[in-house]
């Protein structure tokens, strides 16, 4: 089974402090997404990596950055955290080759900033 | 830019009866793929179904069957035999076949199953 594991499940924050979430993935993928899903809007896509050391930015980058140092881990930077960045963050990951297209969830951290 | 979108909010159904979800999508793409996701309620997302645009049959999985149209850009889930076990959020959620599987979502339908 895939597995993929977030480093927590519930985060509290002040404004103004860097935050690091941290997504790890057993099975070799190739593609490591990270998602905010609110409600009323859905899963938005913040970053994805398609490969180690690169990135793209997905539908609302501003206020985020990520670092893809190894195959199996992505992480998600909030530089200086804000109160509109309190949400649910999911990390997802793929594999690259034909027909593998499903992407599989980590359980999610919800975060709040103060 | 594709779009998705869910314009039931929130469903509800008796258990052991039948459901459909409503999804419509917009896309000048004419190969992508089509997935519908399950969030219970504090677990992770799954995958439920998906469907390939260039398959005409419509993808079956046990309980769960989907009519796509895709003409219409239509891409519904059917729930035959409802369990107290589907109660969820579901999200319908398109991506391009060519890409870096970058997936597009629908801002989900909450379904609760009645006992």
């Known amino acids: 089974d895939v597995k993929v594991t977030q480093s927590s499940r519930y985060l509290v924050k002040r404004t103004g402090e860097k935050v690091f979430l941290e997504c790890v993935q057993d099975?070799?993928?190739?593609?490591m997404f990270w998602y905010r899903q609110d409600p009323g809007l859905g899963l938005r896509l913040i970053y994805f990596?398609?490969?180690?050391?690169?990135?793209e930015k997905g539908d609302i980058p501003e206020g985020y950055s990520v670092s893809r140092e190894k195959k199996e881990r992505f992480s998600l930077i909030l530089e200086s955290a804000s109160t509109n960045q309190t949400s649910m963050y999911l990390c997802?990951?793929?594999?690259?080759?034909?027909?593998?297209?499903?992407?599989?969830f980590g359980p999610g951290t919800r975060l709040l900033v103060l | 830019a594709q779009t998705v979108t869910q314009s039931q909010p929130e469903m509800s159904v008796q258990e052991a009866e039948t459901v459909t979800l409503s999804c419509t999508y917009d896309?000048?793409?004419?190969?992508?793929?089509l997935f519908w996701y399950k969030q219970p309620p504090s677990r992770q997302m799954i995958l439920v179904i998906r469907?390939?645009?260039?398959?005409?049959q419509n993808a079956t999985e046990n309980r769960f069957s989907v009519n796509f149209q895709k003409a219409a850009k239509s891409f519904s889930l059917k729930i035959s035999d409802s369990q107290l076990g589907d109660t969820a959020m579901y999200f319908c959620?398109?991506?391009?076949?060519?890409?870096?599987?970058?997936?597009?979502f629908g801002i989900g339908t909450k379904l609760q199953v009645i006992p």
């Open positions: 997802a990951s793929s594999s690259g080759g034909r027909n593998q297209e499903t992407q599989y």
């Open positions: 099975m070799d993928h190739e593609n």
């Open positions: 990596s398609y490969d180690v050391k690169m990135k």
């Open positions: 896309t000048s793409e004419n190969n992508y793929y």
């Open positions: 469907q390939e645009a260039y398959k005409q």
């Open positions: 959620a398109f991506m391009k076949h060519e890409g870096y599987q970058k997936v597009t």
